[in-house]
């Protein structure tokens, strides 16, 4: 109960705090991924195929930029701003931090998940039906996760507020690009492969493939994404340093 009301109290303070990042926000979950699936529907054309794999590319991008920027940039600014040591006087545990982080990570990946595929449907781009845009959304969500824990990893790891930035901002796109999102695991280099698949956006790039394309329930890459998840919050959980 004492962790459901901490991290409660977090993630009321990072909403609040939210609000003035409306902008940058709206713009990953509506400008960016349209703007790439429109470049995408401009280069191949009718391949209805082609273009949902291209329009999944363009979300889990979005995914990565609007998911690293909200905990990463939001942890580095606690640590070298001074909001941390407000936090510590609460006092807040580091689990109820780090859960109040990525339940904010998971709902701004679950509105954007859900905006962008219900769009997408609209204009005729794809054809989502009930039960895959619900897995979508999961599916956003659940890697919405992962994003969380493991921006949350980085920007505890970050000497200092400059390279801390600059390194959150190289995963957020980093991860996409060695991802298979507008290709196959295979296609890339042996070293990269494992990175590839404990990625954020393997599974989840696959379950919106499937939305878009109205096809079976995809339950196997809702699980995967779901114990990747797991796994970097745990991770997270135990190698961040959470001063005492």
Known sequence: MILLRQTGAVIRLLLAHERGNFQFQLFN?????????????????????????WMAGAICMGLGMGGFAQVGFGVITDRFRGRMDLLRCQPISKGAYLAGQIAVVMVISLALVGFAVGLFTLLGLARASGPTFAAAVAGGATAGASIGALGALLAFRARDFDSGNTTIAMAALGFALVSPVFYEVSALPALLQPVAWLSPFTGVAEILRTALAAGAFPLAALVWTLACAVLWGALSYRLIEWPS
């Open 29 to 53: 979950a509506f400008v960016y991924p349209a703007t790439i699936a429109y470049m995408g529907w401009m280069i191949v054309g009718d391949d209805e195929a082609l273009l949902r794999t």
